[in-house]
């Protein structure tokens, strides 16, 4: 799966569109290519800028999800 934008790109200022911009292109020349698994995996590490775009309490995660199935955005 390819990896997208997060829904925030355009609000997010611009230093911060760099720091990620460069935490993609690293992931991207190092696989050949940038994966939803790569990022995720690449985000995982507190010390990246990419981290704080995603949930990390699993149950919050899991409950945004829910939400969004119901919405129907993941169907």
């Known amino acids: 799966m ?3 934008p997060p ?3 355009d609000s997010m ?3 911060t569109r760099r720091l ?3 935490e ?3 992931i991207y020349q190092r ?3 940038l994966t939803v698994e790569a990022v995720v995996e690449f985000a995982r590490n507190p010390d990246t800028t990419l981290h704080r775009f995603f949930t990390w309490d699993d149950r919050e ?3 945004a999800y829910y939400k969004s199935q119901s919405n129907g955005q993941n169907n």
Do not use: F, K
């Open 31 to 33: 696989d050949g290519e």
């Open 2 to 4: 390819n990896w997208r």
């Open 13 to 15: 200022d611009e230093a």
């Open 20 to 22: 990620v911009e460069a």
């Open 24 to 26: 993609l292109t690293e």
């Open 61 to 63: 995660a899991a409950e």
């Open 7 to 9: 829904q925030d790109w």
